[in-house]
């Protein structure tokens, strides 16, 4: 039996199979660039060995995990808290960034690209990736992505005239200014949160500024990610909730951008 998972800074899917039978579980996100070994473990001990639903007495033979913060100094942690999930399994630990490559493009060429809770993406020749600009979070960079949006609304909410938006916004989330401040600067996984508005920005996206500032921020994306790569002929393809979830505006920016765009998906174990 074998379970392969993709995670990001807000959840974590693992898909779960043999020969016969194919199930996912979800647990929060595991990020071993953000997250210390005991949180890891915990996570990995409580919310997925622990599950319902998880088959205990299998034996688990091949661990796969695609995981945000996965790099090569992080990734032997993370290792080595599945080797002490599972024994008797052969682990791999590898980038989220690899993992959604090979489910959009398999052995084609073709520029990979994460929008989710981060944002992150590739060059990728159909083996491996070749090239990668730096996400550098969602405080540097993460053009994009759901934390960078949650970031940019409120900003622009709070600071762009915007009195009869803030009204409904705070009735309809029963969120304060200070809440948001509390959340941003004084409570763990900021990001999560900001990334957390996204469902209330998509609910008035066709207000005119709102559609401007997402457009606004994929169009970011592709000027300070894609355009670096080189290859305006080969196509973006996408997973992750925020682009399948804001794929007008996404295709939009990607237009006035000049890049073509491949596939979009919800999540990568969609496409196993």
């Known amino acids: 039996m074998t379970i392969t998972a993709d995670s990001g800074s807000t959840k974590t899917t693992w898909l779960i199979a043999d020969e016969a039978n194919a199930w996912t579980l979800t647990t929060q996100g595991i990020n071993p660039f953000h997250q210390q070994y005991e949180t890891m473990s915990d996570i990995i001990n409580r919310e997925l060995l622990m599950h319902a639903d998880f088959p205990v007495h299998a034996v688990i033979d091949r661990v796969c995990f695609y995981g945000a913060g996965c790099t090569k100094e992080k990734s032997p942690i993370l290792k080595s808290i599945l080797k002490e999930a599972f024994p008797n399994a052969i682990v791999e630990v590898d980038s989220d960034m690899l993992g959604a490559a090979r489910v959009l493009f398999g052995r084609e060429e073709g520029i990979a690209c994460i929008l989710g809770t981060g944002a992150n993406s590739c060059l990728y020749d159909g083996n491996k990736i070749v090239s990668n600009v730096s996400p550098m979070g969602y405080i540097l960079g993460d053009e994009g992505s759901g934390a960078v949006l ?39 996984m900021p990001n999560r949160f900001l990334a957390s508005l996204a469902p209330y920005i998509k609910s008035i996206s066709s207000r005119s500024w709102v559609r401007e500032m997402i457009i606004d921020c994929f169009r970011l994306f592709f000027s300070r990610n894609i355009r670096h790569y080189g290859r305006p002929d080969l196509p973006c393809s996408f997973v992750g909730s925020i682009a399948y979830y804001f794929e007008d505006e996404l295709r939009q920016a990607a237009k006035e951008e000049g890049s073509l765009i491949g596939k979009i998906m919800k999540e990568p174990l969609s496409g196993c």
């Open 150 to 188: 949650g970031k940019t609304f409120i900003n622009l909410l709070y600071k762009g005239g915007h009195q009869e938006d803030i009204a409904e916004f705070e009735r309809e989330t029963g969120l304060t200014q200070a809440d948001i401040i509390q959340k941003v600067y004084r409570e763990p």
